[in-house]
């Protein structure tokens, strides 16, 4: 896969992972999962995932567990509750631990399965091209 094509894909589970932390947790609360709902809880964290990948430069090693996962995890649950309590929105100690640890395990237990899939693909190519060039001299 190319680059720009994991990043993207990286980004996108990021986001729909982040998109179903709110969900489970509006419904968990017995919230109403409407468009309006759920876009006025998530914004928050959505920015801060963008400021994430941003800051740690994301796109560049987007499967990394130390050099995006972690960081970006951080970011995301730290920045979120500082953007939902200037909008005035709930900021409770629960709240924080609960998104920490579920946010933590979204944001960097995807790529701890994928990481190893991921590098086991690029063996794999690197094996086909070096038989590819051995053919090519033979």
Do not use: C, Y
């Amino acid at each position: 896969m190319k680059p720009w094509r994991t990043a993207l894909v990286a980004f996108v589970i990021d986001v729909a992972l982040v998109t179903l932390f709110v969900m489970v947790g509006r419904r968990s609360h017995g919230e109403a999962n409407t468009a309006a709902g759920i876009l006025e809880t998530l914004w928050p964290f959505l920015v801060a995932l963008i400021v994430g990948w941003l800051v740690t430069w994301a796109w560049r090693r987007p499967l990394s567990i130390v050099l995006t996962g972690i960081p970006v995890w951080l970011m995301t649950v730290a920045l979120a509750m500082l953007i939902r309590t200037s909008a005035g929105q709930g900021v409770e100690p629960s709240f924080i631990a609960v998104a920490a640890v579920v946010l933590g395990a979204f944001l960097v237990g995807w790529r701890l399965v994928a990481l190893p899939f991921a590098r086991r693909r690029v063996r794999l190519a690197r094996r086909s091209q070096q038989a590819h060039q051995a053919q090519l001299r033979a």
